[in-house]
């Protein structure tokens, strides 16, 4: 088992940043890719950025290429995502996920309980 933890949400205007975490704990837990997901209210959860066990290969979705970057730090069990130039349509709950790789959310076994985003105009 893997279990996941995020922190680093918040409220912040639109052309901000945030910097979320993900702290993973569990067995194998540096060697799982790992995503991240959002969802806003009345919508399905989305894919945002994933990222491989070394930290060598990325993937985006189109909407936040240029502005979010997904990182790992292995040594501390953490995975990251910087959001600079934040807009008001990113506001949604993160949701931190591993084991998996690709963008369908079914493709992971294991989820974080999320962290809001909340992007004012």
């Known amino acids: 088992q893997v279990q996941l933890v995020e922190s680093g949400g918040g409220l912040v205007q639109a052309g901000g940043s945030l910097r979320l975490s993900c702290v993973a704990s569990?067995?194998?837990?540096?060697?799982?890719?790992m995503g991240w997901f959002r969802q806003a209210p009345g919508k399905e959860r989305e894919f945002v950025a994933a990222i491989n066990w070394s930290g060598g290969s990325t993937v985006y979705e189109d909407s936040v290429k240029g502005r979010f970057t997904i990182s790992r730090d292995n040594a501390k069990n953490t995975v990251y995502l910087q959001l600079n130039s934040l807009k008001p349509e990113d506001t949604a709950v993160y949701y931190c996920a591993a084991g998996g790789w690709g963008r369908e959310a079914i493709r992971y076994d294991y989820w974080g309980q999320g962290t809001q985003v909340t992007v004012s105009s």
């Open positions: 569990g067995r194998a837990r540096s060697t799982y890719p």
